[in-house]
């Protein structure tokens, strides 16, 4: 459920910001997204691979930390976008994150290929047809996509009340 609106939360928080803090606040997104998604990592480092415990979990915020810069990256070259247009910047969103899960799905040993954003949406029968032809990128590409026509319908809405206060 949280996969159809955390990009929504995100979008919605760079579009204007900083660039520091867009990249940032991308940034902390992927680097919880890592912490809740797989943080057995940390355990199996301790357990099986000899790890003290502080440094498994040291080891997952690295790999994190990657994830996260990655996320950053997606962050900044949205809010750059948005510096011309924001609708520019919604419609290039899906396409900007598709970029950097393609990267994050092909990093060699901290790829996590089954963490794309796709992968919950891919329980509906009806989205997971589309995987036929696009792959799992092109559920996330839609998920994207809503998130950002979720973006897109707030700020026009938020944009007409503000022309009936202006009235």
Do not use: D
Not at 87 to 114: H, Q
């Amino acid at each position: 459920l949280y996969s159809w609106f955390c990009i929504a939360l995100l979008l919605l928080t760079i579009l204007g910001a900083r660039a520091g803090v867009a990249v940032l606040c991308g940034f902390l997104h992927g680097l919880v997204f890592v912490l809740t998604c797989v943080p057995w990592i940390a355990e199996v480092l301790s357990v099986h691979g000899g790890m003290p415990a502080a440094a498994g979990w040291g080891v997952l915020l690295l790999i994190g930390s990657i994830w996260a810069t990655l996320i950053g990256l997606f962050a900044w070259m949205v809010r750059r976008l948005s510096l011309r247009s924001v609708g520019l910047a919604l419609c290039g969103a899906p396409f900007l994150w598709i970029s950097t899960e393609v990267v994050r799905a092909y990093l060699p040993e901290i790829s996590f290929p089954w963490s794309l954003l796709g992968y919950p949406a891919a329980g509906n029968p009806m989205l997971a047809q589309i995987t036929t032809v696009t792959g799992i990128y092109g559920v996330s590409f839609l998920v994207v996509a809503f998130n950002a026509l979720l973006v897109w319908s707030y700020i026009a809405k938020e944009s007409e009340k503000g022309k009936q206060i202006g009235r």
